[in-house]
């Protein structure tokens, strides 16, 4: 699986105006609401169950990233959206740091081995600490682009 298949380009949004969690999660999932990858009617549960995930553990798992997802029985593709944020959003993460990329995946409840495929896919890239670095360096949705091609290329190492 590509990043680029993944990420829908116009959830891209590379200054991330919320600083607290939940605020970023909800804007993420309205940008993916806007860009036609989820339906608006499913915008309260989509925001609650991901917080609910949030509270019995948080998805920001250290290093300035976090990855909060969910799946759901109403939605028919998968879908990411990527925040990039230029102050740091508080997560709870793992090693106490403030968030500064978060890659917001939704899964159709249906399709739970393309969910696993998506989540190695994202985790496999956040590991490197290039594209992380290059990820939060990103100050627009055109650069967060590349840097997805260069990674589903391979040229990121």
Do not use: C, W
């Not at 036609?36 to 250290?62: P, Y």
């Not at 799946?71 to 925040?83: E, F, P, R």
Request: net charge negative; aromatic share 4%.
């Amino acid at each position: 699986m590509k990043l680029t298949e993944l990420v829908v380009q116009d959830a891209i949004l590379a200054d991330l105006k919320s600083t607290e969690r939940d605020d970023a999660i909800a804007e993420l999932i309205d940008a993916l609401i806007e860009a036609g990858a989820a339906d608006a009617k499913l915008r309260g549960a989509l925001v609650d169950q991901i917080l609910a995930r949030e509270k019995n553990g948080s998805t920001g798992f250290g290093k300035g990233v976090a990855v909060p997802h969910v799946k759901h029985d109403d939605l028919k593709n998968m879908a990411a959206a990527i925040g990039v944020s230029q102050t740091g959003v508080e997560f709870n993460a793992l090693d106490k740091q403030p968030v500064y990329s978060i890659v917001l995946l939704l899964s159709p409840k249906s399709k739970p081995d393309e969910h696993l495929q998506a989540m190695e896919t994202v985790f496999s890239n956040l590991q490197k600490d290039r594209f992380r670095s290059f990820l939060r360096q990103a100050t627009s949705k055109e650069a967060v682009l590349t840097l997805l091609e260069e990674a589903d290329q391979k040229q990121i190492t």
